[in-house]
């Protein structure tokens, strides 16, 4: 069974700075295949969240231009997720 915890923004970005800074090429392929799996995993849960406030900017913007500029943010980011393999819940 599988379950989503809460874990703290800063502890997930000082998690993906700390499994950066460590060499893993000596580890067995496996080991280095869970390695960037789970990187992977944690930067693209952080591409969502920084997506999911780039859409929040669309729908608070204080007028039209302010949204239009939101909405190439976000769609840019959206692209950028896309192509980093994340998908798109949106």
Avoid at 76 to 88: D, E, I, T, Y
């Amino acid at each position: 069974m599988s379950k989503n915890v809460m874990i703290p923004l800063s502890l997930v970005e000082r998690l993906i700075e700390l499994l950066e800074c460590w060499d893993v090429s000596e580890y067995s392929p496996a080991t280095r295949y869970d390695y960037n799996d789970i990187l992977w995993a944690l930067k693209v849960k952080i591409q969502k969240l920084e997506l999911r406030d780039a859409y929040a900017r669309i729908i608070l913007a204080d007028d039209e231009d302010a949204r239009h500029f939101a909405r190439i943010d976000y769609l840019s980011q959206k692209h950028q997720l896309s192509h980093a393999g994340g998908g798109a819940d949106f």
